[in-house]
Structure formats: structure tokens, C-alpha cells
């Protein structure tokens, strides 16, 4: 298990960028794919996008591929969401995950591990 805590998550108007951080503890987060995921008021959470333990693998849900970026630093025990061109229905709150299954990053149903979430919201 690792601990996740996301930051970057705030207020931006339509066409805005943020980054979102994920920082996790323990020393075995590079054994981890790790993916981020938003919930919507009154919708169920979403994947939004994944990368593999080693960063070859990205995959995205097809509403931000193009418009969003998932990196980490394995060094930094951190995984990244560069947000850009964003959208009033990007509003959500995002949460960090880890997936122990190596190379399984595109698979939301093996994200087990979570983190508290950070609100973005993005005003029209």
C-alpha cells in the first residue's frame, strides 16, 4: 500500500491550465501504474487517464486525450496531471490511484489504493 496526496486543484477560468500532484509514500511507488480519476457532482467516478509503473504506457478517456498529460518522477515518488485547455465539464473533484498489477495501467477496475481528491473546478 502507498499513501497519496493530491495537490494543485483550484479555481480557473475556461481555456486555463493546472497541475495536479500526486505524492506518495513508501519506497515501493515505481512498482505501481498510477492513474487519475474525477467524480463529478451526481455522476460516478470516472477514469481520466493512466500511466504504467515505468512511464512507456499512457492511456486517456477519449474527452481529455489531446487536452490532458499524465507523467511521474519516479525519483519524486509523484505522478502528474498537466491539465490544459480546460472545460466548465472538467469541474470535478480528482483523485490519485495506484494499481499494483504491473501494466495494467488502462484498467480502471485494478485501481485499488486511493488518494482524499482535490477539487477543480473551471468557470465558463
Known amino acids: 500500500q502507498v499513501h497519496l496526496v493530491e495537490s494543485g486543484g483550484g479555481l480557473v477560468q475556461a481555456g486555463g491550465s493546472l497541475r495536479l500532484s500526486c505524492a506518495a509514500s513508501?519506497?515501493?511507488?515505481?512498482?505501481?501504474?498510477m492513474g487519475w480519476f474525477r467524480q463529478a457532482p451526481g455522476k460516478e467516478r470516472e477514469f481520466v487517464a493512466g500511466i504504467s509503473w515505468g512511464g512507456a504506457r499512457t492511456c486517456y478517456v477519449d474527452s481529455v486525450r489531446g487536452r490532458f498529460t499524465i507523467s511521474r518522477d519516479n525519483a519524486k515518488n509523484t505522478v502528474y496531471l498537466q491539465m490544459n485547455s480546460l472545460k466548465p465539464e472538467d469541474t470535478a473533484v480528482y483523485y490519485c490511484?495506484?494499481?499494483?498489477?504491473?501494466?495494467?495501467?488502462?484498467?480502471?477496475?485494478?485501481?485499488?489504493?486511493w488518494g482524499q481528491g482535490t477539487q477543480v473546478t473551471v468557470s465558463s
Open positions: 490511484a495506484a494499481n499494483k498489477v504491473k501494466n495494467n495501467a488502462c484498467s480502471p477496475a485494478l485501481y485499488d489504493n
Open positions: 513508501g519506497r515501493t511507488f515505481s512498482s505501481y501504474d
